[in-house]
């Protein structure tokens, strides 16, 4: 019988809260005006709605409301922050500096702008995930225009010492890009405190709807983009496009919400996600956590089982469970994850990795759950092919 499965998948997306929904459907019916409408109450109200999200994201993240700029998603927030500071910064030079797990759009974005004559060094991380802030500081040079090291790492939920990195950027006259989207709602996240000149977020990481995101941008000491769409000149220029209103309202409802959730949540998830890993390292061997325990999301695991092929271990969980075998856009590929490949995770070991991402909704009985299915599961692929187990390629 079919029945949905346990979603234990957060790290790829989230549901939108009910509330959230309820905050955004009068946007797209009754009070549907576009926010550029200065000439009438439907646009007017339109543009309230934008402004009130505004302040709500902002105080998420210590900010202030015109240091937000709304786009599509992380994706064009980090796309705008990152070449929009090459194209500002061109009488600095054109050197960036990024780390080796980070999520592919930084990745990607940086490796068509070394394409088009950037230059950009990838700094390597340590077996627990995490970039060395000497090291990272070496990377950054006189011509440095931009760097981008991501909040939390949406594999193995590694949390980066920002505020260090920061320091050593700001140190150096470079400016500090950080991807915060799996941070933001989830754990304490402060552009004030951490001393980033540019973050980007995305609301359907934090119960809020898909295609909707922000660019944080510094205003003192300023920090100037170059545009990379014009046209209506909205978000002060800098993203020109007609605003998304029920998805920016319902962003700013998930981020004032998140806020609220926020302290009591990170234990629960946490106390959840100790059970999780006690549950499955009592009922099976060779199971290993990737990346640092400590300096973590709450909310994540990230488990590779010995003698397991990761892509057979999903096949015989996707009905009851939604766990990744890694990062969402690799799956489907066999090619090893860029994440595990960063952390030197031996070869045969990596097959077997499953990243769990608990939720608001996620419970102690699901927890227990998921501990009776992995360890049946595992256990009956290693009898199914037992030769790998703790073996070497
Ligand atoms: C999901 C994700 C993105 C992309 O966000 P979109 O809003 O889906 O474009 C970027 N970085 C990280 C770390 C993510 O988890």
């Keep these: 019988m079919a029945s949905t499965p346990l979603y234990l998948d957060h790290q790829a997306t989230t549901p939108v809260d009910p509330r959230v929904v309820d905050a ?17 109450a439907f646009g007017w109200h339109a543009d309230d709605a934008v402004e009130t999200a505004r302040h ?37 030079g054109a050197h960036l500096v990024t780390v080796a797990t980070e999520h592919k759009a930084v990745l990607d974005t940086c490796l068509r702008l070394s394409r088009e004559g950037c230059s950009v060094t990838t ?30 790492n949406n594999e193995i939920g590694v949390l980066h010492p920002i505020a260090e990195l920061a320091k050593a950027c700001r140190a150096r006259g470079v400016w500090l890009h950080t ?60 993203r020109a496009g007609t605003v998304n209103v029920p998805g920016v309202v319902g962003f700013g409802a998930a981020a004032a919400m998140a806020r609220e959730s926020l302290a009591a949540e990170m234990p629960r998830v946490a106390a959840l996600r100790d059970r999780l890993l006690a549950g499955l390292t009592a009922a099976l061997d060779g199971v290993a956590v990737s990346g640092s325990l400590l300096h973590r999301l709450p909310h994540n695991l990230h488990v590779r089982f010995a003698g397991v092929d990761g892509e057979a ?45 608990l939720g608001r909704g996620t419970t102690a009985a699901d927890i227990d759950r998921a501990v009776t299915l992995l360890a049946e599961r595992v256990t009956r692929l290693r009898a199914m092919a037992p030769v790998s187990v703790g073996g070497r390629a």
Aim: charged share 20%; aromatic share 6%.
């Design 313 to 357: 271990l999903m096949t015989s969980l996707a009905d009851e469970i939604a766990v990744s075998s890694g990062s969402a856009c690799a799956s489907g590929s066999r090619e090893p994850s860029h994440v595990m490949t960063a952390l030197g995770v031996d070869v045969v070991d990596r097959w077997g990795a499953v990243r769990f991402g």
């Design 179 to 238: 991807d915060a989207v799996q941070a933001a709602g989830h754990v304490p996240f402060d552009v004030e405190a951490l001393g980033v000149d540019l973050a980007s977020f995305s609301a359907h990481k934090m119960y809020g709807p898909k295609g909707v995101g922000a660019l944080y941008v510094r205003r003192s000491p300023r920090v100037t983009l170059e545009p990379q769409t014009v046209g209506g000149g909205q978000e002060q220029g800098l």
């Design 24 to 40: 955004m459907l009068p946007y797209f019916t009754g009070h549907f005006g576009n926010a550029a409408s200065r000439q009438h």
């Design 56 to 92: 709500q994201v902002a105080r998420l993240i210590g900010a202030r409301a015109k240091e937000i700029v709304f786009t599509s998603g992380a994706t064009e927030a980090i796309t705008l922050a990152l070449r929009g500071a090459v194209a500002a910064r061109r009488d600095r």
């Design 123 to 152: 700094v390597p991380v340590d077996g627990d995930g995490r970039v060395d802030v000497d090291r990272f500081a070496a990377a950054l040079a006189p011509d440095t225009v931009v760097a981008s090291v991501m909040t939390a």
